[in-house]
T-cell receptor
């Protein structure tokens, strides 16, 4: 009955590889996000999707490509991984509407380590 | 653009002592304010939120926070800290009217609890 789930929890890979992180939410929300938490614990928005439509695309390398097959899923694909991509990636979701749409529910995070 | 400042990077308190974590925000209007907690190796859990109304909000685990418009602050408090409260605490702001639905996070405050 997990609200926002991510797979995998840990991902260790070599530089240059391509990898994907999956996110699913069962809250019925229509907006999903990807945040990146760096080694200093700083959290920053990367992408946001509303009803499968991209609404926020922060300045991230185009090696990062989000894909939303439906409202309940937002996957993150990363091409040509670099050392600097090592971080914890959090998925989150919320329901568009009143002020309460700002209340975001976070997944457990995926710790990506690029060697 | 909105910003969030958590001036204390690291705080140590004794178990049973009171706690106050500081958060200041910068935004032209009243933002939506949140406190999240991240236990080691875990995701982000919402502690409490302020949207409007009563400026003193109660959250989970015995936490409360007070919104002070004049000081642009939203400090988190707990009257008696438990060892299990040791974690990283993040203040976040959501700003209506910016065309964005992503939260802006502070840099976090790490709380250590001494026996």
């Amino acid at each position: 009955d997990t609200a926002v789930s991510q797979t995998p929890k840990y991902l260790v890979t070599q530089m240059g590889n391509d990898k994907s992180i999956k996110c699913e939410q069962n809250l019925g929300h229509d907006t999903m996000y990807w945040y990146k938490q760096d080694s200093k614990k700083f959290l920053k928005i990367m992408f946001s999707y509303n009803n499968k439509e991209l609404i926020i695309n922060e300045t991230v390398p185009n090696r990062f490509s989000p894909k939303s097959p439906d409202k309940a899923h937002l996957n993150l694909h990363i091409n040509s991984l670099e050392l600097g991509d090592s971080a914890v990636y959090f998925c989150a979701s919320s329901q568009e509407g009143s002020g309460r749409s700002w209340e975001q529910f976070f997944g457990p995070g995926t710790r990506l380590t690029v060697l | 653009a909105q910003s969030v400042t958590q001036p204390d990077i690291h705080i140590t308190v004794s178990e049973g002592a009171s706690l106050e974590l500081r958060c200041n925000y910068s935004y032209g209007a009243t933002p939506y304010l949140f406190w999240y907690v991240q236990s080691p190796g875990q995701g982000l859990q919402l502690l409490l939120k302020y949207f409007s109304g009563d400026t003193l909000v109660q959250g989970i685990k015995g936490f409360e926070a007070e919104f002070k418009r004049s000081q642009s602050s939203f400090n988190l408090r707990k009257p008696s800290v438990h060892w299990s409260d040791a974690a990283e605490y993040f203040c976040a702001v959501g700003a209506e009217g910016t065309g964005r639905r992503a939260l802006t996070f502070g840099s976090g405050t790490r709380l250590q609890v001494q026996p």
